[in-house]
């Protein structure tokens, strides 16, 4: 194990998931953060595609996020482990198939506290991984009924959006469908999706 | 907690309410944009990164473990009623943090070709054998020292097509989620001396020789099982705390 100059352990470097992802991370209902028929369910759902506009067939989507009212359960919520309604995970798979398609089940997250007193609108955090992709890229998905939303859960407020530029946040906006939700991931070319480094 | 804490100053902690902050590699991790890896081309962004604050979505995740996983997905050997053919290895190894720290209780999840090179997906239609009592799959959880333990068969090397005569080198694919989306990690592992690194353009995609060799395992004689199984031990190494983001604090530190 390597260490830095400064004797830390130096991190272990990325590599991509390449294109056989489906032998070690397809997992039984993966794609449902929530189990089916749970008041409240929606699919989100979209298709990846590459800088040519061609639909990605060997990916990977993943997502997590609070939970409906804005709570995790995890011991690093300072606010405390909140439990989870029943049958909800907060995180799923998608592996994208042919026609680049992902669809996961989920609930939509509550409104989630940010810097300085503002309030960030409800959001799933998504990581996206693919032959490729050497590290995977980051990025979140907000809901179209909170944006016009004025003060907090609107996206007006959310310090995370207005970081990034005007012209650009609409990839950020999932489209209302029915059953839930639409949002295309698009790598590169037009209307590249906004990538955060985190 | 107060509202003038210095860590508000930090562009990470939500308002009133202290989070830990995670390193931002430099230097580590391999650009997307990786132009002797063809796949690169049109699969990396062009526009800038927008730098994500550490909030609460990102210091928090999914809490995975016992639940996706049993006992027998440790041992790769065994499947389909029968034994996978290839040199038998325990792979094993710490999950660290950058501070030195056992991350417990922790998913590692591996993948990987068989003996022969030839991974058991549609896709993977190169002419080596397929291993009838080999899936490639496995599953364990770090224990409460961060460890994990897996018994498999030394993958062989498979050609590609990237460029002429490309062969990738023995590799063992790892995914791990540490406890915060911010630690989420998928690499691959490699063994010492591998004569194909010099070609590969996915292991030379890692700009820092240090964190190249980070990905190589080592011949572990110790770890070595009499009359039964070779061991290569390999630790991994996450995220851990912010280090400018500690260096700014200062009195009200033990507000924590």
Redesign the interface.
Known sequence: ??T?SDG??????????????????T?EHGEEAVDPGTPGAVTVSGTLY???G?P?P?GMV?I???HPDGR???P????GVAEAPPGF???ARAQTVDGGRWSVLTLVPGA???????T?AP?L?V?V??????????T?VYFPEHAGVAGPGGHAED??LA??PEH?RHTLVAQQVDGGYRFDIR???EN??????? | MTTDHPAQAAPGPASGLVLPQYERPAGVHPPLDSPDYGSTGLRHPKEPLVLLPHLLTEVTGPVLGDGRVTKDDADLTQWDGGEALGQRIVVRGRVLDSDGRAVPDTLVEIWQANAGGRYRHLRDQWPAPLDPHFNGVGRVVTDSLGRYEFTTIKPGAYPWKNHHNAWRPAHIHFSLFGRAFTQRLVTQMYFEDDPLFFQDPIFNSIPDEKARQGLVSRFDYEATQPEWALAFSWDIVLRGSGATYFETEDVDADDE
């Open positions: 194990m390597p830095t830390r352990p130096g991190l272990t470097a990325s590599q991509t998931v390449g294109p056989y992802l489906a032998i070690g991370l997992w590459d800088g040519e061609v990605i060997d993943e997590w996020q609070a995790f359960h995890h690093d919520d300072p606010r995970r907060g995180f989630v506290p940010g810097p300085d007193g503002t960030q959001h955090d990581s991984f693919a032959r490729g992709l050497l590290d995977r890229v980051v979140r310090r995370v970081a990034v650009r790598l590169q070319g590249e999706t906004v990538f955060f480094d985190i």
